[in-house]
């Protein structure tokens, strides 16, 4: 009988543990629920969100215009963040007054990006609802030497309290666009820029019509005589008939022989690309090369272009 008595208790000891355990758990919820509060961590990409006062719904990437789950990004990729169903928000005059700052880091002591407000145009508040927020940056890091770069959103209220974080890290891969062949030129980033677009070119379908820029970032490892550097750089496009479309042996013959002080060269090396009206015949191929006048030092950039005359 004894022992009878004995697992009784022991078994309502266990549920009145448990009873207080699914009061604390709903104590915990309903105020989180209340106070609009929630941590959340996305498994796959690896982003964190904390609402405190101000709820999202929730948040997508989106690359080229598809909703995708990946943190590894493309050097030149446009990355929209979108904040679908914001709430928490003080509501005047059917209004409400967000505001969204958005920091950029690499290997978490760097800044590479800042903006205190991105909605600067709603300063007057939106009527939008349900409202929708969208962050968006222009992947123009390098990711040569493996950097880590983690982007901060806070979306916070102009009239009221509350806010909302939100944290991706994210890694980034050269753009393909173009095949390098390298012989002790260093360098951080070298991209093709469409300048009509405002955008970095990763595909080879590209618009006569449009203006294009080649970018050599951080060039250095030229020879130095007399405290001077003397770079070569050539472009040719030619078409899938040999003929040439765009031909420069060098686009610095004006400093060819003179040469230049090597901080002048370090910053940034371009080269304009424009076409002229008439059809093209597809697929032509770009070539160009930086080379050293006082060395075998060089480096080619190449690739294939369909160019749309249309």
């Known amino acids: 009988m004894n022992k009878i008595f004995k697992v009784k208790k022991k078994h309502e000891a266990y549920l009145e543990i448990f009873k207080v355990l699914c009061l604390y758990f709903f104590i915990v919820f309903n105020f989180s629920c209340q106070n609009n509060q929630s941590v959340k961590k996305d498994l796959i990409n690896e982003s964190f969100s904390k609402s405190d006062g101000i709820g999202c719904e929730k948040v997508d990437i989106e690359l080229n215009g598809k909703v995708e789950k990946r943190n590894e990004f493309i050097f030149g990729e446009k990355v929209d963040i979108v904040f679908h169903n914001i709430s928490g928000l003080k509501v005047i005059d059917k209004k409400t007054f967000p505001i969204m700052s958005m920091n950029i880091i690499k290997n978490g002591i760097d800044t590479v990006f800042s903006e205190n407000n991105l909605l600067s145009n709603l300063e007057n508040g939106t009527e939008l ?35 909302f974080k939100y944290e991706l890290p994210f890694t980034v891969k050269e753009n393909k666009l173009l095949k390098l062949e390298n012989n002790g030129i260093e360098y951080s980033n070298i991209y093709l820029w469409n300048e009509t677009n405002k955008k970095i070119v990763d595909d080879i379908h590209i618009n006569s019509k449009d203006l294009f820029i080649l970018i050599l970032d951080d060039i250095e490892g030229f020879e130095i005589k007399n405290e001077k550097v003397f770079p070569i750089f050539s472009i040719e496009i030619m078409d899938k008939n040999g003929n040439k479309i765009l031909s420069n042996p060098n686009m610095l013959k004006d400093i060819e022989n003179v040469g230049v002080k090597p901080e002048e060269l370090n910053y940034q090396l371009t080269a304009n690309i424009s076409f002229t009206e008439g059809n093209i015949n597809n697929p032509c191929k770009l070539v160009a090369r930086l080379k050293d006048k006082n060395s075998t030092k060089q480096i080619t950039m190449s690739t294939d272009l369909i160019i749309n005359s249309k």
Request: aromatic share 14%; net charge positive; proline share 3%.
């Open 129 to 163: 609802s349900p409202l929708r927020l969208n962050a968006f940056f222009q992947i123009s890091f390098s990711g040569r030497k493996n950097e880590k770069y983690k982007v901060f959103i806070e979306i916070r209220d102009q009239k009221g309290k509350g806010s």
